[in-house]
């Protein structure tokens, strides 16, 4: 009786996994191994191969990693700092991250539009103090600021919840063993925290791999990433078949890069203990 009422209680979120994840991952695949006239083809597969594809997925990949690396700088050191702080009201910390995230996504990057811009507050400012105006907007450095800004929370969120939870009993001990601060960091500290950084790595990398609208806002048409392509194909030139077999090779190399990332984690921290 239980294990039925379980099931049905189950119902509807198998239901919504059903019909907004499982479905259109079907219809996806189904267009992207499929021609305008329904026939079986590779040619949206193999449409990656294509000089223009590689190139926006060759930047993508590049700048979806310079700005996980550059989330991970600025995240870290801030999570050891609230680490030491020794907050009492730790959920005031999680509000302040997460606070920016209840703007609309749109606004946000707007805004930074506007500041960016040539005629914007950060090159009045610079003007102000003698500096001559700086073309910021419509470059990949604006897209990649605006995916740091966007994606900085995923990034600190789950690193500090890995930090808090090393208790300062463990250090000490440590350090009474002779332990260095470097020694204490690197044998102790980052293997305990690789889960969130793991965990970081995924939120932000992937989300930085498939955008389209921060360099649209920000890169001004200038900067083509994989994810404009994919975006054009299905919303301007009505090519579904071409847009859904890159989709399926993007996905393809997210999973990779998943896998990839949790088996190193899972290796390294077999090696470390």
């Known amino acids: 009786m239980f294990k039925n009422r379980k099931i049905w209680l189950s119902g509807p979120y198998m239901f919504w996994i059903i019909a907004f994840t499982v479905l259109p991952i079907f219809m996806i695949l189904y267009y992207a191994l499929t021609n305008e006239n329904g026939g079986f083809t590779l040619e949206n597969l193999a449409a990656i191969a294509d000089p223009i594809h590689v190139k926006a997925l060759l ?17 870290y050191p801030l999570a050891m700092i609230l680490k030491g702080l020794k907050l009492k009201r730790q959920s005031s910390v999680v509000f302040i991250f997460v606070l920016p995230m209840w703007m609309n996504f749109m606004l946000r990057i707007l805004a930074w539009q506007m500041l960016l811009s040539n005629n914007g ?12 105006a700086q073309h910021m907007l419509n470059t990949e450095a604006a897209v990649v600021f605006g995916m740091v800004y966007d994606f900085l929370p995923f990034m600190i969120l789950p690193i500090y919840n ?12 440590a350090k009474d063993l002779g ?21 970081g790595f995924i939120m932000v990398f992937i989300p930085a791999l498939t955008t389209f609208v921060i360099s649209d ?23 579904w078949n071409l847009g ?17 990332t949790n088996h190193d984690n899972h290796t390294g921290g077999a090696a470390v203990w």
Do not use: W
């Open 59 to 75: 930047l993508s990949l590049k700048l979806s990693i310079i700005c996980t690396a550059v989330c991970l700088l600025l995240s």
């Open 121 to 132: 507050i950060i090159n009045a400012v610079l003007g102000f103090f003698g500096i001559p």
């Open 162 to 173: 890995s930090i808090v939870k090393i208790h300062d009993e463990v250090i000490d001990a």
């Open 179 to 199: 332990a260095g601060s470097i020694t204490i960091f690197f044998r102790i500290i980052l293997p305990l925290t690789m889960p969130g950084i793991v965990s």
């Open 217 to 239: 806002l920000l890169g001004g048409g200038k900067v083509l990433l994989i994810g404009n392509v994919i975006e054009q194909s299905f919303m301007q030139g009505s090519y």
């Open 244 to 260: 859904s077999g890159l989709s399926i090779v993007l996905m393809a190399f997210v999973l990779l890069g998943m896998a990839l």
